[in-house]
């Protein structure tokens, strides 16, 4: 298994643009999420995804939209990028319906908003 | 609202040495994780504890669960320099979704040769 995969692995973008991070996972795992890692700032979370379909607002999700039409794949956009948005994002995923919090991440993909 | 406190933030130790690290929250719950990020790379799960008093080891690393709910501490025994990286602890947030974890902010630990 591959685990949790993230497409890009880095990205420059103008203040202005937009773009879309690719995440999958191979283990059959029902929820999804998105954080951005700033330094000091540790995980935070922006959307998550409790199955196919579904969607939901985590601790920062102005800024950012996502969707998720397959089961194995969450998409992250940015419509308009800011310098803000500089980061480095993390994919994760995880199966609670086993009674089991533990969340596998994916590399991270960091971008850079000039 | 729910706070949870990592320290140190930050820890330089010599090879060889035991390391210890705690989180502590304000509310009371059922889960404590324990991640390890290296450098450039995604978190990783070490150890997870489910049970209040809960003790569990995992090759050098030790961890567990407080009786009170609230604190969960993370030793490392004998650390050598690939112990190098950001170790986080996490616990789900039942004031969200199912499943949304917590993360504390991290200890960022250096080891010299």
């Known amino acids: 298994n591959a685990g949790v995969t993230q497409t890009p692995k880095f990205r420059v973008l103008k203040t202005g643009q937009s773009m879309t991070l690719l995440c999958a996972q191979d283990?059959?795992?029902?929820?999804m999420y998105w954080y951005r890692q700033d330094p000091g700032m540790g995980l935070r979370l922006i959307h998550y995804?409790?199955?196919?379909?579904?969607?939901a607002k985590g601790e920062v999700p102005d800024g950012y939209n996502v969707s998720r039409l397959k089961k194995q794949n969450f998409l992250l956009g940015l419509e308009s990028a800011a310098p803000s948005q500089t980061s480095v994002y993390f994919c994760a995923s995880s199966y609670p319906t086993s009674g089991r919090s533990e969340q596998y991440f994916g590399p991270g993909t960091r971008l850079t908003v000039t | 609202g729910q706070q949870l406190n990592q320290s140190p933030q930050s820890m330089f130790i010599q090879e060889g040495e035991d390391v210890s690290m705690n989180c502590t929250s304000s509310?009371?719950?059922?889960?404590w994780l324990w991640y390890k990020q290296d450098p450039g790379e995604g978190p990783v799960l070490l150890i997870a504890?489910?049970?209040?008093?809960e003790l569990t080891s995992n090759g050098r690393l030790t961890a567990q669960f407080g009786i009170t709910r609230k604190d969960s501490f993370l030793n490392i025994s004998a650390s050598i320099p690939s112990d190098v990286g950001i170790y986080f602890c996490a616990w789900e947030n039942y004031g969200g979704s199912q499943g949304n974890l917590i993360f504390g902010k991290g200890t960022k630990l250096s080891v010299k040769p």
């Open positions: 995804s409790v199955g196919e379909g579904t969607t």
């Open positions: 509310s009371i719950f059922n889960t």
């Open positions: 283990m059959n795992h029902e929820y």
């Open positions: 504890l489910y049970k209040a008093g």
